[in-house]
């Protein structure tokens, strides 16, 4: 069981993901993007966007720390385990339940405004309660995971690091992933079937972070033969045709992509 | 050291004479039902014409304060986008900043006319309500793109009116509302297709780029990831954003039609044929240069970036790039270049957004002509009108807020061309003696106010659109590229038309595919 948890999946997560990806670019450019909604709504989503982006941010280069850091090297620098773990804490906390109620105010608004609402995809739906669930469960293991239920002190880097590391290594650790709390086995294999499904969903923005815009010209050429004109969206994906009354009125819109 | 050689690229270009808009909306609507008739572009009007004085759409657009398009030079005096710099829109970029809502367009509908077949019977008269077109539910309608057309509701609405507040503010000036001693016009509008895009620049993801070989600004929608900058910095807001897929598109200037040589959709059935398209040949080197003139002085900046298709030097300069000689002879014979440099009495919108816009205006001469007949005068007798052009103080201060970033003196030139022409062709219809004092009053030739009334009066189709065809050796690319505009499924085109069958996959039949197919026929030489 184990070994299926965490010495296969993982590997299946990564194959799905890559393979996910490169669908994805190969074919449904056109889909590609955040589908913004701040044309029907913009108050609570100038408070909510930031915020929940930000974080995500926070805990994304927070997980980076904690994952890819060994504690050989913060024992090395001086950082005892207690302020290391005082200050993941807090930062790591802090960040968290700025998560958390971003995506709230994001999920109310999607709820209470209509034409965001119905601007909700299935795919949006499903998303959101993952994405949701895997904060939670990310929370609690960071305010409860560091006790098992025997009382003993449970460190993270000792088990679900070396753990992570040993992935990149065609080694998986599967004893030390075993040997960490339900809060962080939940958390990791809830953040697995995020990653699984963001080549599948709205998820896929995050990696077109515009970067090269610092560095482009600003005035942009390109020649009429260059690309051929030619689009790579696959059948099916292009433009929705016009919808009448009493379509819209009965049918929830159909996927933008 | 070998000499610089300039390089030289051509763009298309239009000019409207707003004369001769009735505010038919005819443009509007054919182009509507041609490229934007689809979901998530129901509120979206690549044209669409405004009543002047008049709020716009989106409603007040010109008030950059508030909308932030375009470019301003800063106090290094290096170009910079009014929005802000790349950081700055990178660290805003999980929700924008300054955009416009849907309610600052209009919110689309549809009315619901299956109640009118099943409503059962009843003492009631059953109605189709309206519907929104983005909650599915009963709305009120409140506004449109053209809501305050022909001054409607001008008490209401005029007075927000971006330049009217402006006027009102800075010249203390006050527009007469009421019906009698008001003014208008109607300004149709369509993309820029600017020299120097804030759009383009705007976009984090690079999607949005000018076509080498004729200046469209096109969105490359597989690029595009939906991040709205370009709606922001748009000055214009003439690119708009598809709330069902989320990208951004925009006015393409037709460019299937543009490349077998038939003008835009706009202009092919503008009712008043005011439309001009024709190619310009200017120095892209020059541009950002030119946009960081003084206010005052970007018209001629403008001016100056157009280089003279009959000059020897441009000519050769233009070979060396690449333009090839029957674009060079489609230049020379430019309706556009003719309005805008030879007789200098077209006019760019808004200059002072330092984009550097490729659609002009030649300025209306109606409301003058309007409030002289008003007022019980020959409205076309040379002698009133001049004084009236110098009379009328408001009309001229409004004209010049859009098209010459306040110059007054610009406007008053070319209104008293346009007064010069018709006084002078008057004399000629009517077969009274010419008065060749009205030409030399405004600075030109008698034959040039000839030249410049047929232009503007008579020009047929030809010379009104003089669109060189894009490449024979690139053709081929153009036949691939029907998917485009394609319909899949669509029933009505098989593999073989009319004309034989043609390689490669089926185009759907449409004014431009028929004229190649047409042209392929009976042109032996074609491969």
């Given at each position: 069981m184990d070994v299926i948890a965490w010495g296969l999946i993982p590997y299946l997560v990564f194959i799905v993901f890559v393979g996910g990806m490169i669908w994805r670019y190969r074919f449904d450019q056109f889909g590609w993007t955040s589908r913004s909604s701040q044309m029907y709504e913009s108050k609570m989503l100038k408070i909510g966007s930031p915020l929940f982006h930000y974080a995500i941010l926070a805990v994304f280069f927070g997980h980076v720390v904690g994952l890819m850091i060994p504690k050989l090297w913060t024992d090395a620098v001086g950082i005892s385990q207690h302020n290391y773990h005082l200050g993941a804490l807090w930062v790591g906390g802090i960040a968290g339940v700025a998560l958390l109620v971003g995506l709230a105010i994001l999920i109310y608004r999607r709820r209470s405004n209509k034409a965001v609402f119905r601007a909700t995809t299935w795919n949006d739906k499903i998303m959101f309660l993952v994405l949701g669930f895997v904060i939670v469960v990310g929370l609690l293991a960071t305010f409860t995971g560091d006790t098992t239920p025997t009382g003993e002190e449970h460190n993270y880097r000792e088990t679900v690091s070396i753990w992570f590391r040993s992935l990149f290594l065609f080694q998986p650790d599967v004893e030390a992933m075993a040997a960490s709390t339900w809060q962080f086995k939940l958390h990791v294999l809830a953040g697995m079937l995020m990653i699984v499904m963001v080549p599948f969903t709205r998820l896929i923005h995050a990696f077109t972070v515009p970067l090269h815009f610092l560095f482009r010209p600003y005035i942009v050429y390109r020649s009429r033969g260059g690309r051929r004109g030619q689009s790579r969206t696959t059948k099916g994906r292009g433009w929705e045709p016009v919808r009448t009354a009493s379509e819209i009125s009965t049918k929830p819109p159909k996927s933008a992509r | 050291m070998a000499p610089q050689r300039r390089r030289v690229m051509a763009q298309v270009a239009m000019v409207m004479n707003l004369d001769k808009c009735i505010g038919c909306h005819t443009c509007s609507v054919t182009c509507k039902q041609a490229w934007t008739n689809r979901s998530g572009l129901e509120y979206v009007w690549f044209n669409n014409v405004e009543t002047r004085p008049g709020q716009g759409y989106p409603r007040t657009y010109e008030d950059q304060e508030k909308w932030q398009g375009g470019w301003v030079r800063t106090r290094s005096g290096r170009l910079q986008l009014r929005s802000g710099g790349r950081f700055k829109k990178l660290l805003s970029i999980f929700a924008s900043p300054v955009q416009p809502e849907m309610h600052d367009y209009y919110e689309p509908w549809t009315y619901d006319y299956e109640n009118l077949f099943q409503s059962p019977l009843s003492d009631d008269f059953p109605v189709a309500r309206p519907k929104s077109l983005v909650t599915g539910d009963d709305m009120a309608i409140t506004a449109s793109a053209n809501w305050d057309d022909s001054l409607g509701g001008s008490e209401a609405s005029e007075a927000a009116d971006p330049i009217l507040v402006k006027l009102r503010e800075e010249a203390n000036l006050h527009i007469k509302t009421e019906y009698e001693k008001t003014f208008m016009f109607f300004v149709p509008r369509i993309c820029e297709h600017c020299l120097n895009p804030s759009c383009m620049a705007s976009c984090p993801s690079g999607a949005i780029y000018k076509r080498e070989e004729d200046g469209i600004v096109l969105v490359d929608q597989d690029r595009c990831r939906g991040w709205r900058q370009c709606i922001t910095g748009c000055p214009y807001k003439k690119i708009y954003f598809n709330h069902r897929t989320g990208k951004a598109e925009k006015c393409h200037f037709c460019y299937p039609r543009l490349e077998v040589g038939l003008p835009t959709v706009c202009s092919e059935t503008c009712v008043g044929r005011l439309r001009y398209i024709g190619l310009i040949l200017y120095d892209p080197d020059a541009v950002t240069a030119a946009a960081l003139a003084d206010d005052k002085d970007l018209y001629q900046a403008q001016l100056d970036v157009m280089l003279d298709p009959r000059d020897p030097q441009v000519i050769a300069d233009a070979k060396a790039s690449g333009i090839q000689p029957d674009w060079l002879e489609a230049a020379q014979r430019s309706p556009v270049y003719a309005l805008i440099k030879h007789f200098k009495v077209a006019l760019p919108l808004h200059p002072e957004y330092r984009t550097m816009p490729m659609v002009w205006y030649v300025p209306p001469l109606s409301p003058v002509v309007d409030l002289l007949k008003d007022q019980g005068?020959?409205?076309?007798a040379g002698g009133n009108l001049f004084g009236a052009i110098d009379a009328l103080r408001i009309p001229l201060e409004y004209l010049a807020e859009l098209f010459t970033a306040g110059d007054v003196e610009m406007v008053r030139l070319v209104l008293q061309k346009l007064a010069a022409m018709r006084s002078y062709m008057r004399d000629v219809t009517l077969g009274r003696p010419r008065q060749p004092e009205l030409a030399a009053a405004v600075g030109m030739e008698e034959r040039a106010l000839e030249q410049m009334y047929r232009l503007l009066a008579i020009a047929k189709y030809d010379e009104r659109y003089v669109i060189p065809k894009a490449h024979r050796e690139d053709a081929h690319n153009l036949e691939e590229m029907g998917c485009s505009i394609d319909v899949e499924g669509e029933p009505g085109f098989a593999n073989d038309d009319v004309f034989g069958s043609s390689s490669g996959r089926p185009v759907p039949v449409a004014i431009e595919s028929f004229a190649e197919a047409k042209a392929r026929q009976r042109d032996p030489g074609w491969q």
């Open positions: - | 005068h020959d409205s076309e």
